[in-house]
């Protein structure tokens, strides 16, 4: 039988959960002083350590001045919802 510590399912502690891309953007672009150009929010989030699925979206940004995070947040998610989504593949 397994122990308790072992049981699956069990919660990640809160330091080790899964965070949302919102909640990470948040994070890392804390300490970015606005009105900002895109260059200055990458490495803002660079220096404060962006995972790389951040620092990809945060990529996808259009060259702009951005007058405060939510300006960002919205360029972030505009983004995310034109990426293409893989779909099934036609035979030629």
């Given at each position: 039988?397994?122990?308790?510590s072992d049981a699956?399912?069990?919660?990640?502690?809160?330091?080790?959960?899964?965070?949302?891309?919102?909640?990470?953007?948040?994070?890392?672009?804390?300490?970015?002083?606005?009105?900002?150009?895109?260059?200055?929010?990458?490495?803002?989030?660079?220096?404060?350590?962006?995972?790389?699925?951040?620092?990809?979206?945060?990529?996808?940004?259009?060259?702009?001045?951005?007058?405060?995070?939510?300006?960002?947040?919205?360029?972030?998610?505009?983004?995310?919802?034109?990426?293409?989504?893989?779909?099934?593949?036609?035979?030629?």
């Amino acid at each position: 039988m397994p122990e308790p510590s072992d049981a699956r399912g069990a919660r990640l502690p809160l330091a080790r959960a899964p965070r949302s891309l919102h909640e990470r953007l948040v994070d890392v672009l804390r300490d970015v002083r606005y009105p900002a150009e895109r260059w200055e929010i990458i490495a803002g989030a660079a220096a404060r350590g962006a995972d790389t699925v951040t620092a990809y979206r945060l990529a996808r940004l259009p060259y702009r001045t951005y007058p405060d995070l939510d300006s960002v947040l919205a360029g972030v998610i505009a983004s995310r919802a034109a990426m293409p989504r893989p779909g099934p593949v036609e035979p030629a």
